[in-house]
């Protein structure tokens, strides 16, 4: 396509996405957050590409999804509007004779289609069965300033997603852009499920197509084919009437909480055991097979392995806990610091350490406690049962335990790839009503078994900080307390003051800030 064309699309594009935020703030302000919601996802669809890979990513796990009053939203995840390519063609181009020898036969009309690319059936000359997805024209011309308007459209919404703590919304973004552009580098996404083929080839249940790297170019990847039943074409199905398991079962003879279980038990023994996972299985890319197997196609985006580990093993035990009916908010809040505001949980552990022979607790348990406590004094509320039965960690502790931030945190996100991969999987079984069949047993499998073959998951390593440095991160931190709850920063204070010496400069700091 010409250059100019190209630039009447980018501009097309620019102002939709500006009248888009315009009404979205108009509704907003408004209170009409339903139709905000169901107004942006079905703008988003109109654009395609890139901007329905955002509403998948990012929304997916969001009120906003939730919101969208659409008998078609779950068709963003396999059924897509499709565009022409002359697949013989452009695999006459891409491929030399010999290889494209080796394609016995192709089927000229896509059978599917993503955000980046469409997907043909075809066969081998051996007669097997296989997949050939081609990259969509355009995507790379566009991507790069497709991605700048998104950035934009983010910032003006994404913290009203998780309103009341401050999160790295830059870092966030950031991930997205570096998945995003990754979904476009075939022949990085063909080498990542030839690794992954290799990890599961003698797995009876959880299967991963193999993939036929010498077919594979910059622009196409041939994979076997797998058939079955896709995750959106069941949340399909049920949205009409059908009965899920029921379907699967007449269809398939599968049992698909079984199959659910294999899914996610995988996946959370795969989160610490390899170097990366399949990071979006959303309903479009999980299939339900005959046997009980369950398999997993598309690998444009990965998740890599938690830095520390674990640190994240001990946060999933305690999430296991929650889908186990056994929530312990002063032990998931200490986990949920230890992840997510890893420094401060690092300082408190340096201050309590230097204190030797201290009874006391260390800061980490003592806002535990305040954290339970805060629990506690909203458990007889509706919208708080609402959420602890929605089992969402982060808006449990967001929404309830650090109301308007009142804990005045300062969160990274750590492995944000590895956490969106789980969430998107839990909103899987959850829109298939699953949830409390298999969760609960998926976590409690995997990280049992996680702990008899890898015991060093449970070793928390000590904190090489300084004792200075410690005192800085607390002394930030206690400021920030002081400005939002000063009754919560006292108490936090009267715990410092039994610690001695060694931190007095924390006491008289805060006295400071409250002139006191």
Same mark, same amino acid.
């Given at each position: 396509?010409?250059?100019?064309? !190209?630039?009447?699309?980018? +501009?097309?594009?620019?102002?939709?996405?500006?009248?888009?935020?315009?009404?979205?703030?108009?509704?907003?302000?408004?209170?009409?957050?339903?139709? &905000?919601?169901?107004?942006?996802?079905?703008? /988003?669809?109109?654009?395609?590409?890139?901007?329905?890979?955002?509403?998948?990513?990012? &929304?997916?796990?969001?009120?906003?999804?939730? *919101?969208?009053?659409?008998?078609?939203?779950?068709?963003?995840?396999?059924?897509?509007?499709?565009?022409?390519?002359?697949?013989?063609?452009?695999?006459?181009?891409?491929?030399?004779?010999?290889?494209?020898?080796?394609?016995?036969?192709?089927?000229?009309?896509?059978?599917?289609?993503?955000?980046?690319?469409?997907?043909?059936?075809?066969?081998?000359?051996?007669?097997?069965?296989?997949?050939?997805?081609?990259?969509?024209?355009?995507?790379?011309?566009?991507?790069?300033?497709?991605? %700048?308007?998104?950035?934009?459209?983010?910032?003006?919404?994404?913290?009203?997603?998780?309103?009341?703590?401050?999160?790295?919304?830059?870092?966030?973004?950031?991930?997205?852009?570096?998945?995003?552009?990754?979904?476009?580098?075939?022949?990085?996404?063909?080498?990542?499920?030839?690794?992954?083929?290799?990890?599961?080839?003698?797995?009876?249940?959880?299967?991963?197509?193999?993939?036929?790297?010498? /077919?594979?170019?910059?622009?196409?990847?041939?994979?076997?084919?797998?058939?079955? !039943?896709?995750?959106?074409?069941? #949340?399909?199905?049920?949205?009409?009437?059908?009965?899920?398991?029921?379907? #699967?079962?007449?269809?398939?003879?599968?049992?698909?909480?079984?199959?659910?279980?294999?899914?996610?038990?995988?996946?959370?023994?795969?989160?610490?055991?390899?170097?990366?996972?399949?990071?979006?299985?959303?309903?479009?890319?999980? %299939? $339900?097979?005959?046997?009980?197997?369950?398999?997993?196609?598309?690998?444009?985006?990965?998740?890599?392995?938690?830095?520390?580990?674990?640190?994240?093993?001990?946060?999933?035990?305690?999430?296991?806990?929650?889908?186990?009916?056994?929530?312990?908010?002063?032990? @998931? $809040?200490?986990? $949920?610091? +230890?992840?997510?505001?890893?420094?401060?949980?690092?300082?408190?552990?340096?201050?309590?350490?230097?204190?030797?022979?201290?009874?006391?607790?260390?800061?980490?348990?003592?806002?535990?406690?305040?954290?339970?406590?805060?629990?506690?004094?909203?458990?007889?509320?509706?919208?708080?049962?609402?959420?602890?039965?929605?089992?969402?960690?982060?808006?449990?502790?967001?929404?309830?335990?650090?109301? *308007?931030?009142?804990?005045?945190?300062?969160?990274?996100?750590?492995?944000?790839?590895?956490?969106?991969?789980?969430?998107?999987?839990?909103?899987?079984?959850?829109?298939?009503?699953?949830?409390?069949?298999?969760?609960?047993?998926?976590?409690?499998?995997?990280?049992?078994? /996680?702990?008899?073959?890898?015991?060093?998951? @449970? !070793?928390?390593?000590?904190?090489?900080?300084? #004792?200075?440095?410690?005192?800085?991160?607390?002394?930030?931190? @206690?400021?920030?307390?002081?400005?939002?709850?000063?009754?919560?920063?006292?108490?936090?204070?009267?715990?410092?003051?039994?610690?001695?010496?060694? !931190?007095?400069?924390?006491?008289? %700091?805060?006295?400071?800030?409250?002139?006191?």
């Amino acid at each position: 396509m010409k250059p100019q064309s !190209i630039r009447s699309i980018k +501009r097309h594009r620019a102002a939709k996405m500006a009248m888009i935020a315009t009404r979205a703030m108009y509704l907003q302000k408004r209170g009409r957050n339903a139709e &905000m919601a169901s107004f942006i996802c079905d703008e /988003l669809v109109s654009l395609g590409g890139i901007y329905i890979k955002f509403l998948q990513g990012v &929304m997916l796990q969001s009120e906003f999804f939730k *919101q969208w009053e659409s008998p078609n939203r779950y068709n963003i995840f396999e059924n897509l509007d499709s565009e022409i390519i002359n697949l013989p063609k452009l695999l006459q181009k891409e491929l030399s004779p010999d290889k494209l020898s080796k394609i016995a036969q192709v089927q000229p009309e896509s059978f599917a289609a993503g955000s980046f690319g469409q997907v043909y059936y075809g066969v081998l000359r051996d007669g097997t069965p296989v997949i050939i997805k081609a990259l969509r024209p355009l995507v790379r011309e566009t991507l790069q300033f497709d991605l %700048k308007l998104i950035n934009v459209f983010a910032k003006q919404f994404f913290l009203k997603l998780y309103d009341g703590m401050q999160l790295n919304v830059n870092t966030a973004l950031k991930e997205f852009r570096k998945s995003s552009l990754n979904e476009t580098d075939y022949i990085s996404e063909a080498s990542f499920a030839a690794e992954l083929y290799e990890e599961y080839k003698d797995n009876d249940k959880f299967i991963i197509p193999k993939t036929y790297t010498d /077919l594979c170019t910059e622009n196409i990847i041939v994979q076997e084919y797998l058939g079955g !039943i896709s995750g959106a074409q069941l #949340v399909r199905l049920q949205e009409q009437g059908v009965e899920p398991y029921a379907y #699967v079962k007449e269809n398939l003879g599968s049992e698909l909480d079984q199959q659910l279980i294999t899914l996610g038990t995988e996946y959370v023994y795969g989160m610490f055991t390899i170097p990366r996972v399949q990071g979006d299985p959303h309903p479009g890319n999980v %299939k $339900f097979l005959e046997n009980n197997k369950v398999g997993l196609i598309d690998f444009g985006i990965y998740a890599p392995a938690p830095k520390d580990k674990p640190s994240f093993f001990a946060l999933i035990e305690e999430y296991g806990k929650l889908y186990n009916g056994n929530l312990d908010i002063e032990e @998931l $809040f200490g986990k $949920f610091l +230890r992840v997510f505001a890893n420094d401060l949980y690092r300082a408190f552990k340096r201050i309590h350490d230097v204190q030797a022979g201290s009874s006391e607790d260390d800061l980490t348990r003592t806002i535990g406690k305040l954290a339970k406590n805060a629990f506690a004094a909203h458990s007889k509320k509706s919208e708080t049962n609402e959420i602890v039965n929605d089992q969402n960690m982060l808006k449990m502790i967001n929404q309830i335990v650090n109301k *308007q931030n009142r804990f005045g945190l300062e969160l990274t996100i750590q492995s944000s790839e590895i956490i969106r991969a789980a969430q998107t999987y839990i909103t899987l079984v959850e829109s298939l009503g699953q949830d409390s069949k298999v969760l609960p047993i998926v976590f409690t499998r995997a990280t049992g078994q /996680l702990r008899i073959d890898h015991p060093e998951l @449970l !070793i928390e390593t000590t904190s090489n900080m300084t #004792v200075q440095r410690a005192i800085d991160i607390v002394t930030k931190w @206690l400021e920030r307390v002081a400005n939002r709850d000063p009754v919560l920063f006292r108490k936090l204070l009267n715990q410092i003051k039994r610690s001695g010496g060694n !931190i007095s400069r924390i006491d008289q %700091k805060n006295k400071e800030t409250l002139n006191v």
